[in-house]
């Protein structure tokens, strides 16, 4: 993003989003022209315990960011997710589908997207699922931790998604942010809600088998052999959130009105790998 214009990147430590007011504080400073906000309480079982700091940060932070987007005539950047879905659908779902969350943070992120749209500002809502990447916390790093550990891996074959990487958002988000710079679009026809993932669909089953053969390939040495990844039912792994069944998303909204194509998710999978072990070389 930072060849789109000056840029000012805020982290945790500089940037608290339970400090409202010192939120407010910066974008009042900075008067920014877009506001990019990827921050997000995304411990989705600890949201369970956790209601008012998950509602804090996914919700009363996300209306602060729309009213003030709104007073500077800023576009506001939002990244949403597929739980704000029940997953009960049999095919991938649409920006207008109806949302029904199963868990409370899946129900903070709504909030968050509703405060959005109440506020009138300029914006576009990213949801996207599955989310990975060689930074932070995800389920990516963690399978390739865990074979490092156990000779045996069970993993939820029942789930279905599409694995997107963090860098193929950022990038489309860059390229979104780009046409709208190039005054090729109006503000008023492509503010709203866009669903942003990889092409194609796996369980969490088939994202791990893949990750562990790709990886190996690469270089990796794992206790886990491709062959000892159990499929196991969602049923048999009991977490204090529910999560969607179904975390298909339909792009062809975001694919058709900015003009692009969206990769399969083995191609980001692969490139995802790479990076990793030639970091680690």
């Known amino acids: 993003m930072a060849t789109l214009g000056k840029l000012k990147a805020c982290d945790r430590s500089t940037l608290d989003f339970i400090d409202l007011d010192g939120l407010r504080k910066l974008i009042r ?21 956790d209601e008012e700091n998950a509602f804090q940060v996914n919700s009363r932070a996300v209306d602060l960011l729309a ?11 939002h990244y949403s997710t597929d ?3 029940d997953g ?19 129900k903070t992120k709504l909030q968050g997207e509703e405060a959005i749209k109440k506020s009138k500002c300029k914006y576009l809502i990213f949801r996207t699922s599955w989310l990975y990447g060689t930074h932070g916390k995800n389920f990516f790093k963690t399978i390739i931790k ?15 998604g599409a694995p997107t990487s963090a860098e193929l958002v950022a990038d489309v988000t860059s390229l ?3 046409r709208i710079a190039q005054n090729s679009l109006s503000s008023k026809e492509i503010s709203g809600i866009y669903h942003l993932t ?4 796996a369980s969490w089953y088939d994202f791990a088998k893949y990750v562990i053969i790709e990886a190996k390939k690469s270089g990796g040495v794992f206790l886990t052999n491709p062959e000892n990844i159990i499929a196991i039912n969602a049923s048999e792994y009991v977490l204090p959130a529910k999560r969607p069944a179904n975390s298909l998303l339909d792009t062809q909204k975001l694919c058709k009105t900015f003009n692009l194509q969206l990769p399969v998710w083995q191609i980001h999978a692969d490139r995802v790998i790479k990076e990793l072990y030639l970091r680690e070389a």
């Open 83 to 85: 739980y704000v879905f």
């Open 198 to 201: 990889s092409t194609g669909k």
């Open 29 to 49: 400073d900075y008067k920014p022209d877009v506001i990019v906000n990827a921050a997000a309480y995304t411990d989705v079982d600890k949201a369970e315990s």
């Open 67 to 77: 009213q003030e987007a709104k007073v500077l005539d800023a576009w506001l950047v």
């Open 146 to 160: 865990l074979a490092k550990e156990r000779d045996e891996l069970r993993v939820v074959s029942n789930q279905i």
């Open 88 to 106: 009960e659908k049999m095919s991938p779902y649409t920006e207008e589908d109806k949302t029904n969350p199963l868990s409370v943070y899946g």
């Open 176 to 178: 979104c942010l780009y």
